[in-house]
């Protein structure tokens, strides 16, 4: 049975109460496989694996079809994406982040109808239509960089997945995701289950990189290789930043190649 998130953003904690660690967010549509109830959380698990407890206030109740899962869907790929009532009045009633699939039931001159997780329709300008089975074509490895590019700025959230707020491993899962590819969700888990391991003399744009912490063996951290000296990642202080990879020398771990640069990719101006 799955429930579907009905608010543009939906943290899910580590516990079944308010004020628990939050470990992860999920987004407007998302599908959700529910597993257990405790008071007015629900314990559920997203399409990464990823185990956590959301408010049952921000979820449909339990369905057998997982919500834009056949026909059209309209895909966010601007980092904030305003959903009006009907027209004319235009009224925003959502703003969903990059990366939200919302169920498409037609067009109206420049606007994109869809029926949204609670029943009620909206319209959006520049989501983009595509296939329910495959909504996030694959890219190549520039399309992914350049889109980790648009999220500098991004402010830095435990467990944030979206333009809203962003760790380290939620920023290279969305970019990667929206690029096709499916990441799981924490950094020690895509060192684990992502990509191929190539050597740190071979990494390329695109490769991740993985680090300890300073006090501990164990991954805690990953960024996105620009080019030998350069990286980009969320930053526990600073939010999302490029900056030389020697801020975080002697930590680095390995190095992972989920996509390979395609011939004829050409990195943007001053990156």
């Known amino acids: 049975m799955f429930v579907v998130v009905k608010v543009p953003i939906l943290d899910m904690r580590a516990k079944p109460r308010k004020g628990s660690e939050r470990v992860s967010q999920a987004r407007l549509g998302d599908n959700l496989a529910f597993e257990r109830k405790s008071g007015n959380y629900l314990q559920v698990r997203s399409d990464d694996g990823y185990e956590g407890w959301v408010s049952a206030s921000g979820v449909t109740s339990g369905r057998s079809v ?28 959502q703003t969903v982040p990059m990366g939200s699939v919302l169920r498409a039931v037609g067009t109206k001159g420049e606007w994109r109808k869809v029926a949204m997780p609670d029943g009620k329709t909206g ?27 648009s999220l500098i700025g991004t402010p830095y959230l435990w467990g944030g997945t979206t333009p809203w707020g962003l760790d380290c491993s939620g920023l290279v899962q969305l970019v990667y995701r929206m690029g096709g590819y499916q990441l799981l969700r924490d950094a020690d888990m895509q060192f684990e289950g992502n990509g191929r391991t190539v050597s740190r003399e071979d990494r390329e744009r695109g490769d991740l990189l993985f680090f300890r912490g300073r006090e501990s063996p164990k991954i805690s951290h990953v960024a996105m290789c620009l080019d030998k000296n350069l990286m980009i990642h969320a930053s526990g202080s600073r939010g999302v930043v490029v900056e030389p990879t020697g801020t975080l020398d002697g930590l680095l771990v390995g190095v992972k190649r989920i996509a390979r640069s395609r011939k004829g990719d050409r990195p943007a101006h001053g990156t």
């Open 123 to 149: 319209f959006a300008r520049k989501g983009e239509i595509r296939n329910a089975r495959n909504p996030f074509p694959k890219e190549g490895v520039e399309e992914v960089i350049q889109r980790a590019l």
């Open 66 to 93: 997982r919500y834009a899962g056949t026909g059209k869907v309209m895909v966010v790929e601007a980092l904030f994406e305003p959903i009006s009532s009907e027209t004319p009045d235009l009224q925003i009633v």
